[in-house]
């Protein structure tokens, strides 16, 4: 967050989809694509494949980050993670993903985004950037039943509903 006389304006690191940021330098990069690479499990539980950075840096000094795989796209972005949410904007994320799983990613972005409420960083982002930080932390929706359980699911996701339904 940056401060602008009495306001508080949130702020991100913009990585455009396909890059990531070194974990050495910290510069962004696009990203090599590892598809023969087997698919592995991030911190929150939700699998994804690896994506390496490619060797960078000046000829004689190349950077030490190079073939290794970049920041999280969370730590290195400054979003908030699924833990620094509250419930109602935990619950808007999988009111995405549902949409998502039953209407396909990119109809439920363009006519189900996720929209946040409570943090003022989330609520900034645009439509794209809020749809993919909702499916990053969320995952899948068979993703978030095994991780939350289908009551804790279900109750994020009435809240939430239930928001949206009083707010229309």
Not at 29 to 34: I, S
Not at 62 to 77: N, V
Not at 135 to 159: F, I, N, P, S
Request: charged residues 25%; hydrophobic residues 30%; contains cysteine.
């Amino acid at each position: 967050m940056t401060e602008t006389g009495t306001t508080t304006q949130p702020t991100c690191r913009p990585i455009p989809l396909g890059s990531g940021a070194c974990k050495t330098c910290d510069e962004v990069h696009p990203l090599t694509d590892r598809h023969d690479q087997p698919a592995v499990e991030n911190r929150y539980g939700i699998t994804h494949k690896r994506f390496l950075l490619p060797i960078h840096g000046p000829r004689g000094n190349r950077c030490l980050g190079g073939r290794m795989e970049p920041k999280p796209w969370l730590d290195a972005s400054g979003l908030p993670s699924w833990d620094d949410m509250t419930d109602l904007d935990r619950g808007a994320a999988l009111m995405f993903v549902w949409k998502a799983v039953r209407e396909g990613y990119g109809y439920a972005r363009d006519n189900y985004p996720a929209r946040y409420v409570d943090h003022p960083t989330l609520r900034a982002l645009d439509v794209a950037e809020a749809c993919r930080h909702a499916r990053t932390v969320a995952g899948t929706w068979a993703e978030a039943h095994t991780r939350l359980g289908a009551d804790e699911v279900q109750r994020l996701y009435d809240l939430a509903l239930n928001h949206d339904r009083s707010n229309a």
